[in-house]
C-alpha cells in the first residue's frame, strides 16, 4: 500500500469551485459512466504502473495529454482532472460514439478525475518522473493565492514525490502567475530553475489554452524546475 499523506494545512483541501459547466449531453454521460472507469487508476495503481511514470495535474481538453501518450509510448501516463467536461473532451477523443465499453483505450495512460495534489501525497517517495502543470487556473486575486497549485506549502509535497533530476514542467500566461511561480519557486531550495522560455520548445505539444494566450496577446512562459539532489523535504 501507499503512504497516506495529506496535504498541508496551509493550503485548501479543493482548488475548484464546480466540476461541471454546462449540462452534460447523453453520450458525454456515457464517457463518464462506462468509459472513465476503465481508465480510472488508485494511489495503489498509479504506484505500480512501469516507469518511467509522468503525470500532468490539470489536463484541459486534453490536446498535450494525447500528443505526450502518442510520442512517448514508453511512458506511463496519469493524466488529472476535476472538470467533467474537461473529462469528457479528452475522453469522446479516445473512443468512438457507441464505443465507450468495448474499443480499445491507449495502454499506457490512465486518469485520476480529481485533485492531482492528492494523488502527488498518497504516491510513495521519488516515484513521479515528471509532472506537468500546463496552464494552471491563476487565481488572480491575492485574497485568492493559496488555492494555486503552486504554492509554497505544497512544494514539500511535490518534491516528496519526485526523485533527484526529475523535472516539473509548467506553463503559463498570466502575468500574476508568471511572477508568482517565480517568487514561489526561486528561492526554494528543493527546485532548480533549468529553463525558462518565451516560446514554446519543440517537446512541448500545443494546448488550447495557449492558442488562446497567443490570440489574445499574451506570451506564455515555459519553465523546468529539477529536483535537487540534496535537499530535504522533511
Request: charged share 25%; hydrophobic share 40%; proline share 11%.
Amino acid at each position: 500500500m501507499t503512504a497516506d499523506r495529506q496535504l498541508p494545512e496551509a493550503i485548501p483541501d479543493r482548488l475548484y469551485g464546480r466540476r461541471r459547466g454546462h449540462p452534460l449531453r447523453e453520450r458525454q454521460q456515457r464517457l463518464l459512466d462506462v468509459t472513465l472507469p476503465r481508465l480510472a487508476a488508485t494511489p495503489d495503481q498509479v504506484a505500480a504502473l512501469p516507469r518511467p511514470l509522468w503525470i500532468e495535474a490539470g489536463f484541459g481538453g486534453g490536446e498535450h495529454v494525447l500528443a505526450q501518450i502518442a510520442a512517448n509510448p514508453h511512458v506511463s501516463y496519469v493524466a488529472s482532472e476535476v472538470f467533467e467536461n474537461g473529462l469528457c473532451s479528452l475522453l469522446s477523443r479516445l473512443v468512438p460514439e457507441g464505443g465507450e465499453g468495448t474499443a480499445p483505450l491507449p495502454p499506457n495512460l490512465r486518469l485520476w478525475a480529481a485533485d492531482a495534489r492528492h494523488l502527488l501525497a498518497a504516491l510513495p517517495r521519488g516515484s513521479v518522473d515528471r509532472l506537468f502543470l500546463m496552464f494552471p487556473d491563476p487565481w488572480p486575486k491575492s485574497r485568492h493565492a493559496k488555492r494555486r497549485f503552486v504554492h509554497p506549502a505544497l512544494l514539500p509535497v511535490v518534491a516528496n514525490a519526485l526523485p533527484a533530476g526529475a523535472e516539473w514542467r509548467i506553463a503559463s500566461d498570466d502575468p500574476t502567475y508568471q511572477a508568482w511561480v517565480e517568487e514561489v519557486l526561486e528561492p526554494s531550495p528543493l527546485f532548480d530553475g533549468v529553463q525558462r522560455a518565451r516560446s514554446r520548445p519543440a517537446d512541448w505539444p500545443g494546448t488550447r489554452y495557449e492558442a488562446k494566450a497567443l490570440a489574445a496577446g499574451r506570451t506564455p512562459i515555459y519553465w523546468i524546475w529539477r529536483r535537487t539532489e540534496s535537499a530535504s523535504t522533511t
